[in-house]
């Protein structure tokens, strides 16, 4: 089994490529603070059921269950996910509906969101290290 193939590193790059493409769509919205007609917009969260789902569908390359007790996990593969309006505020009188303030505190959860799973990621690969002996 190739080392991205486990499963909590599969669910951290998961994570991880959301909150990335989360922060583009953040950016874009603060870019187009002054465009007229321009409608804030945010990725739909990801949703632990539907990922659930599609792992317990998906056991191609999952761990082998041994046990009844085990649960086989594979996080979705998708790296693209969607994207919806945000109507966080009444619109400018030009329809601008971005509001700086909220979309830069969505911005700071997402960098300190992506931070935490990064150092997750990087505990497991040293976890892992220290269990091969190296």
């Excluded at 599969?10 to 490529?17: H, I, K, N, P, Y």
């Excluded at 187009?32 to 789902?53: E, I």
């Excluded at 109507?87 to 992506?114: C, H, W, Y």
């Amino acid at each position: 089994m190739d080392l991205p193939d486990v499963p909590l590193m599969s669910m951290l790059r998961t994570r991880m490529s959301w909150l990335h493409q989360r922060q583009d769509v953040l950016s874009q919205n603060v870019a187009n603070a002054d465009t007229p007609g321009f409608v804030a917009r945010d990725l739909k969260p990801l949703d632990f059921n539907d990922t659930l789902r599609s792992s317990i569908a998906t056991r191609g390359n999952s761990l082998t269950v041994t046990d009844p007790h085990h649960i086989s996990i594979h996080p979705v593969g998708s790296t693209k996910f969607d994207d919806v309006e945000t109507r966080d505020v009444e619109s400018n009188p030009n329809g601008n509906s971005v509001s700086l303030e909220s979309q830069m505190i969505k911005v700071s959860d997402t960098q300190a969101q992506f931070q935490a799973a990064a150092n997750i990621y990087a505990k497991a690969l040293t976890m892992m290290k220290t269990a091969i002996g190296h």
